[in-house]
């Protein structure tokens, strides 16, 4: 187990592109979270999915934002027609969800995107 | 809506010192709070879990402390070492929405010197 993987590790993209990340979890984790992080703030979320279900969506993501996780393994994040707004690491958690009080999130090295 | 502070913003101390990082949250009804390290351009990595009926946690040098009714937790980190040097991230997962998600902290950015 090589904990959560993120891939690419860094993205530079013109302004208008489009561009995917991959989240690889943890091995039998049921849920994998996606958090967006700029320059001096802690993450902030932007989804998550228990197994193959996108269960929650914050108003931070945008119709330009879609994210999914076909049969509740790896996940994918895509941005379409990126905007310098868009700079930002990309945070790719995932957990073993228990109870509510112990669970316990494992974070990936991040994505970090570069909207020219 | 949860809000969460973290002071200091940034901290240098030198090596060996015992120290406390402070965090507070508006919002009392939370599931738990944990404590995260930051390395600089890295991701997250989990230190200390308090679940919200817990008082503390400890893990080797490190201690943190909840109180919850009063909407404060502090991280307190014994004889410091330069390897500590990182940014220091508080999150509380809260009841009100679904108690899905974490808020985050603008964390505490710790140096240790030589």
């Known amino acids: 187990d090589t904990g959560v993987s993120q891939d690419p590790r860094h993205k530079i993209t013109k302004r208008g592109q489009n561009v995917t990340f991959r989240c690889d979890p943890i091995s039998e984790h049921n849920r994998l979270y996606w958090y967006r992080q700029t320059l001096g703030q802690g993450p902030e979320f932007l989804t998550y999915?228990?197994?193959?279900?996108?269960?929650?969506k914050s108003r931070l993501l945008s119709d330009r934002f879609s994210a999914e996780r076909p049969k509740g393994s790896f996940s994918t994040l895509e941005i379409q027609r990126t905007e310098q707004g868009d700079s930002a690491m990309y945070l790719c958690?995932?957990?073993?969800?228990?109870?509510?009080?112990?669970?316990?999130?494992?974070f990936g090295s991040g994505t970090q995107l570069s909207v020219l | 809506k949860q809000e969460v502070t973290q002071i200091p913003a940034a901290l240098s101390v030198p090596e060996g010192e015992n120290l406390v990082l402070n965090c507070s949250f508006t919002?009392?009804?939370?599931?738990?709070l944990q404590w995260f390290r930051q390395d600089p351009g890295k991701g997250l990595t989990s230190l200390l879990l308090?679940?919200?009926?817990?008082r503390e946690q400890t893990s080797g040098r490190l201690n943190a402390s909840l109180d919850k009714s009063s909407g404060r937790s502090t991280l307190y980190i014994a004889a410091s070492q330069p390897g500590d040097s990182a940014t220091y991230l508080c999150?509380?997962?809260?009841?009100?929405?679904?108690?899905?998600?974490?808020?985050f902290g603008t964390g505490t950015q710790l140096k240790v010197e030589l």
């Open positions: 999150a509380v997962k809260g009841v009100t929405g679904g108690g899905n998600k974490l808020t």
């Open positions: 308090i679940q919200s009926s817990q």
């Open positions: 958690a995932s957990s073993l969800r228990s109870g509510q009080g112990d669970e316990k999130l494992f």
């Open positions: 919002d009392s009804a939370i599931y738990n």
């Open positions: 999915f228990q197994n193959e279900a996108q269960l929650e």
